[in-house]
């Protein structure tokens, strides 16, 4: 059994140290609690320091940023060569379609292609803040 006595005191982080645990949890693949154990820390941190350092580098304000996207075709959709007609009518609206987004933070968006801008601008904020 150990005893610890004294006065139990915070560790501090120099700004170094938290960028190089913001790259790795952005980097390794892990999730933010993986990281955070590995650091012994709780992830609670790694999100308030993630905040922290989006709201210094945008003063204040949190603007949603883009990333690049990649179409995919999944296995419901017709080959691209036998959908030759399918912009005949430019009024005519898409059955199906369905919109995946990843975002930096390793989460997935999955939303029907009817949503509106500013819906989908909430979701995006929502995600990169958690």
Do not use: N
Request: contains cysteine; positive net charge.
């Amino acid at each position: 059994m150990e005893i610890l006595t004294g006065v139990e005191r915070r560790r501090g982080w120099s700004e170094e140290q938290k960028r190089a645990i913001l790259l790795e949890v952005a980097t390794s693949g892990l999730g933010v609690s993986a990281v955070a154990r590995q650091h012994d820390i709780l992830p609670q941190q790694i999100y308030a320091w993630r905040r922290a350092f989006r709201l210094a580098a945008t003063g204040d304000q949190v603007t949603p940023s883009f990333l690049p996207v990649t179409i995919v075709p999944t296995s419901e959709e017709p080959p691209r060569s036998d959908r030759s007609g399918e912009c005949e009518k430019a009024g005519r609206a898409i059955r199906g379609g369905k919109v995946e987004i990843r975002c930096k933070g390793g989460r997935v968006l999955k939303f029907d292609h009817s949503l509106d801008a500013a819906t989908l601008r909430a979701l995006i904020r929502v995600a990169e803040e958690a």
